[in-house]
Nanobody, 126 residues
């Protein structure tokens, strides 16, 4: 069983920064893609960013490009999401997720992911 635990959420003013972390534990696959999704009240779950097994390839939702950076440290089994220039539209619960495999293909779709964390709230005040 794989467990994911997010941390780092909180309340921040517009224009500020936060860094989210997600630690994975348990029997993880030999290679896996990691991603961040978010869900605001009354809205569907939305893709934010994903990183491949090596950490060398990343993809982002258009709305966060240039502001957010996803990274991973496999030795620490941790993934990060550095969020800069935050906007009120970024307010949501942020979830980390894991899926089997090495490729980022189809990683924008939450249905493709196998394991999820419990989520961490990010609130951006304007």
């Amino acid at each position: 069983q794989v467990q994911l635990v997010e941390s780092g959420g909180g309340l921040v003013q517009a224009g500020g920064s936060l860094r989210l972390s997600c630690v994975v534990s348990g029997r993880t696959p030999s290679s896996y893609v990691r991603a961040w999704f978010r869900q605001a009240p009354g809205k569907e779950r939305e893709f934010v960013a994903a990183v491949d097994w090596s950490g060398g390839s990343t993809i982002y939702h258009e709305s966060v490009k240039g502001r957010f950076t996803i990274s991973r440290d496999n030795a620490k089994r941790t993934m990060y999401l550095q969020m800069n220039s935050l906007k009120s539209d970024d307010t949501a619960v942020y979830y980390c997720a894991v899926r089997y495999g090495m490729s980022l293909v189809m990683s924008e779709y939450w249905e493709r992911f196998d394991y999820w964390g419990q989520g961490t709230q990010v609130t951006v005040s304007s």
